[in-house]
């Protein structure tokens, strides 16, 4: 297993107003996001983040493009026997849907939350109507779950975002309590890294310079 952060010492965040040193070259940070692979939830184990470094991990994750400062998201975080009991609601509504399924798939539905040992629902949160676009807000909140991650990463742990067939399930939606207008934009799951990531395959980036000329 590989370890993750052991010595815990939470960043110090700035208070309002207060002024900012100015960007310096970190090639540690560079060399993590070079790096940066996401963890296979069933990859994952014990231990989770602590309570303060889970309190810091939502910190960072919300320290991001925001315009018009609306905090268009929230979270909902699964831990302990809550990742049981949506379990058991995941395999109740497999049952009704497909009860010619069998064992194994409803065993896998009952199981999914306990692959990490915290799951961290990001919820979109639109104002509508609003002078912000609705864009703009949906965006906001896909940069609080990469921040998740790579916050999770620096601390040590392994993150993968999810969303499965239950993100988009108006049933749970209901269970877990959103509003009209709100989304679950995923499902952050987070544990120690069991199995090192392998990398993939990867295209290079679509870029086009626009000169002005036709």
Sequence with gaps: MLPSMTHFSPPAFPDDNDV???????????????????TRAID????GPSKEQLDT?????????????????????FEGEAR???????????????????????????????????VIGAISRVTIPH?????????????????????????????????EWYAFDTRVR???GLAENERVAGFIYV?????PAVERTRKAPDVTHWTGKA
Excluded at 57 to 77: E, M, N, Q, S, T
Excluded at 86 to 115: H, Q, S, T, V, W
Excluded at 152 to 161: H, I, L, N, S, V
Excluded at 191 to 195: E, I, N, P, S
């Design 20 to 38: 900012l040193n100015v960007p310096k070259a970190s090639q540690d940070m560079l060399n993590r996001m070079a790096k940066r692979r996401s």
């Design 44 to 47: 994952m184990s014990r231990p």
């Design 57 to 77: 991990l939502l910190k960072i994750a919300a320290r991001v493009p925001d315009h018009g400062k609306l905090f268009p998201w929230r979270f909902i975080v």
């Design 84 to 118: 049981s009991h949506f379990g058991e609601m995941l395999e109740g509504l497999a049952r009704a849907d497909m009860p010619d399924a069998g064992e194994e798939r409803y065993a896998l539905e009952r199981r999914r939350f306990e692959r990490a040992p915290v």
């Design 131 to 163: 002078k912000i676009p609705e864009w703009e807000q949906i965006m906001s909140v896909g940069a609080v779950c990469q921040n998740m991650l790579l916050a999770a990463d620096a601390m040590g742990f392994g993150a993968q975002w999810l969303t």
């Design 174 to 176: 209901h269970a877990i």
């Design 191 to 195: 544990g120690t890294q069991a199995v």
